[in-house]
């Protein structure tokens, strides 16, 4: 009994604290399947503070872009709770941009008329960091480069990528090595490393999808 009320403590304080899988928050959605939606949330550190880029694409069955529609993304943690997507000068594009990268789950919201997608989840990442390299440090050129960050929750994939490495998908572990032929020289190197959900959307027309990233970055760092 005393070991069974510890494992229950020890899952409540794991959710409490993010952890868990970033995929298992995912929901679909309904819809009336008459949309592509095509939607992008892409956060990154900018100047040392969060940024989020919200861009949503719409067409219809006919691969034309669908103007006039009501584009909102949810989450707790935005001001009010939701932000409303404009429509750009190009028609059918929506996008907006905030100051912040809200931990948690997004929800999608879209209507046009009778079309609509509703209740589409995709699981919050989390602001990573990483661990190392860090900023400004020296590292021998030309041999295997450890990289490691932190999971807040377990994204679907991560993706690593340098100045001179173009980058690998890999599983969200917190770790990856760089092979010695990606790591030459270089006095002025860039490490990204990038971390995404995606949620295929049930309501909208086939390749219809979700997709959140957070990207963090050392820069410079040297190699030599």
């Known amino acids: 009994m005393k070991h069974t009320k510890l494992l229950a403590v020890l899952a409540a304080t794991a959710l409490a604290c993010g952890g868990g899988t970033a995929t298992s928050h995912n929901n679909a959605g309904t819809g009336t399947s008459t949309l592509l939606v095509t939607g992008d949330i892409e956060g990154s550190m900018n100047n040392g503070a969060p940024v989020t880029n919200f861009m949503v694409t719409l067409r219809d069955g006919l691969g034309n872009r669908v103007p006039a529609a009501i584009v909102t993304i949810s989450n707790s943690g935005l ?3 939701s932000v409303s997507l404009v429509e750009a000068t190009q028609p059918g594009r929506y996008g907006s941009s905030i100051a912040q990268f809200p ?3 997004f929800q999608l919201s879209v209507t046009r008329n009778t079309d609509n997608v509703q209740g589409v989840v995709v699981g919050g990442v989390g602001m990573h960091t990483i ?3 860090a900023r400004n440090a ?3 050129a030309n041999q295997p480069l450890a990289v490691s960050w932190t999971t807040p929750s377990t994204a679907k994939q991560a993706t690593i990528s340098t100045s001179n490495f ?9 770790s990856y090595t760089i092979a010695a032929t990606n790591n030459p020289p270089n006095p002025s190197q860039q490490l990204n490393v990038s971390r995404f959900n995606e949620v295929d959307i049930a309501g909208g027309l086939a390749g219809s999808r979700l997709r959140l990233t957070f990207t963090a970055s050392v820069n410079p760092y040297v190699v030599q």
């Not at 173009?166 to 917190?174: C, F, P, R």
Request: no cysteine.
């Open 138 to 140: 020296v590292v021998p």
């Open 166 to 174: 173009n980058g690998i998908s890999t599983a969200d572990t917190g």
């Open 103 to 105: 931990g948690g789950d």
């Open 79 to 81: 001001p009010n709770g």
């Open 131 to 133: 661990n190392t390299p």
